[in-house]
């Protein structure tokens, strides 16, 4: 039996390149908030970094085709750079310091019943009011301390608090009966879900907001497993110093635009999608070359998809399994898989031949520019603008919902193997839709198909919505199965529509249009607006607010359809006289 060496060259490419790419990719956003950024900083830089990307992407083809020796190193490099750039991210620490507090105290629950506790700085007495609602009720329990320091000055280092207390009696009790105190600072509250740690205990602790006062916040305690602490009288006070942890607003823990470790992080993200995007065409013009215009381009691209959805559920375990209790995840084996596969696709692509990027930019444009006056044409690129932003949304910011819900809770231990598991359903769902989208539209028309994706996209985050907030969290893996025909017809829609406004001669430019507007200017605008739109609101309400948005375009579709359906339309419906007929039965 005869190899086909190339087709398996390129096959192996489909494979580590995207293989390689999916165990950092995906969770790019949630990495980023573990570092220390706002959800609407990197929903901005996002987009920015997209519409860098389409305006840089072009010099590289223009230069490859100009200087033909150029074409494989540049290929090559850029696959280089892709590894490079991220698996760079590892190295990247925390914009911002931890929260540390030199003082901090373990209180049992059940016994606050007194409004007050005294301590002394000095030789001075002083009586300090506990957080309304919660009350002391033994004196012993948090008796008279010596403090070494100012008391509501957060900071790290030697424990300054010491205890005179003559008993020596120990009392085993687990995490959830206990409440830590510690000195207000300011209006500045701890992120809830992230891991803080006493320095004379080695259980990696959860804390969550109970109450505050001008003197002190109080937060309730999650543990691993039934973690217990045994408690001695000079035990009750120690410093916390949280562990990758983060303050609950970026005023408190500082301004990350003014760290050096996040511009760093936006160079290595600029870097990689821009070497990405470059030979990601690269790619698609060696597999042309290879296969010819009969070739199945689908058979290769498949290879792709398998990497894809295999190495992020991979990545996802070895995550969590790193990572043990901790819910500050360390993607160390995730950076190892990143720069093992594309490494090995380094030495792939290098015996690639590449062939010419065509790029003619002028005649291009003097050629699509009558189309954007005529009316359809216009309404192709809105759907298509607005398809993409409805599947931007989920698969941008569905890991960083995922994660909300999770933070403080068990499940937080194998969130990572979650949101695998959802890459795996995405890619799996994917697949068959893509096989059978082209029949389905010849079956059923395109405008039909279109109303449906639609009904899909708000389908898909209602259902999110509704997951995260009542229902178990792995249930929002089950809804992902509805990306497979938002994405798989939906983008073959895009392909199907270019074809059908397109003058001869243009419809793959008019189609180059089309994806940008899809997969470029949807995905920028997603990232933005509900970046800030989750900030404000929070994530469940921003997907509550997509959903709404997806309707109200559902039905302008409808509209659209019954009004002033495309000219191809007309057509087919021939003279029944029932413009809507098509749409609404």
Known sequence: MKINKDSWLMKLHFFFYFGGMAPVVPFGLVISLQLGASVSLMGTVGAVILMISVVVKPFFSTLADAFPLTRRPLFVGM????????????????????????????????????????????????????????????????????????????????????????????????????????????????????????????????????????????YAVAAPGDASVQCEPSGYAGSLKCVGGQWATTECGG??????AFWFLVVLNVVSEISYSTSNSFTDAISMDKLGKDGDY??????????WGLLGPLASFLVDWHSGEAQTKDYTPAFILVAVFLGLDVIVASRLKVPVLKVEEDTVWKAVKPLLKQFHFFVYLLSSLMSGVLNAV???????????????????????????LTLFVRSASELPCLHYADMLVK??????????????????LGLISVTSKWAPLWTTILVEILCGPVYGLGYTLVVINAKRHS???????????????????????????????????????????????????????????????????????GSSGDVCEETTS
């Open 443 to 460: 079956k059923f028309g395109s405008e039909r198909i279109e109303s449906l994706i639609f009904v899909l996209h708000v389908l898909r």
């Open 298 to 307: 689908g058979s290769q691209r498949l290879w792709g998809v398998l990497g």
């Open 79 to 218: 696959v280089l750079l892709c590894c490079l750039s991220l698996s760079g991210v590892a190295f990247i620490p925390q914009f911002t310091k931890a929260p540390c507090y030199a003082d901090a105290w373990i209180v049992q629950r059940d016994m606050f019943n007194s409004s007050s506790f005294s301590f002394k700085s000095g030789n001075v007495a002083t009586e300090v009011s506990l957080p309304q609602g919660l009350e002391l009720a033994q004196s012993d329990l948090l008796p008279n301390y010596i403090v070494n320091q100012t008391f509501s000055k957060p900071g790290c280092g030697e424990n300054s608090v010491t205890e005179h207390l003559g008993s020596s009696n120990k009392t085993s009790l687990p995490w959830e009966d206990l409440f830590i105190v510690l000195p207000n600072n300011g209006s500045c509250e701890l992120e809830a879900g992230r891991d803080c740690q006493f320095t004379w205990t080695s259980a990696l602790l959860q804390l969550t907001l109970v109450n505050s006062s001008s003197d002190f916040s109080t």
């Open 255 to 260: 301004n990350p635009l003014r760290s050096r």
């Open 394 to 420: 989920p698969n941008i910011y569905l890991f960083a919902l995922q994660e909300e819900v999770a933070a403080g809770t068990p499940a937080m231990k194998w969130v990572k193997l979650i949101q695998g």
């Open 503 to 573: 003058p001869v001669g243009l419809s793959t430019t008019v189609q180059s249009l089309g994806n940008i507007c899809y997969d470029v200017l949807g995905y920028a605008l997603a990232s933005a607006i509900s970046g800030v739109m989750i900030d404000a609101y929070g994530n469940i309400s921003t997907f509550v607010g997509w959903a709404v948005v997806g309707a109200v375009a559902w039905l302008l579709h409808l509209v659209y359809t019954c009004m002033a359906p495309p000219p191809a339309v007309q057509q087919q419906r």
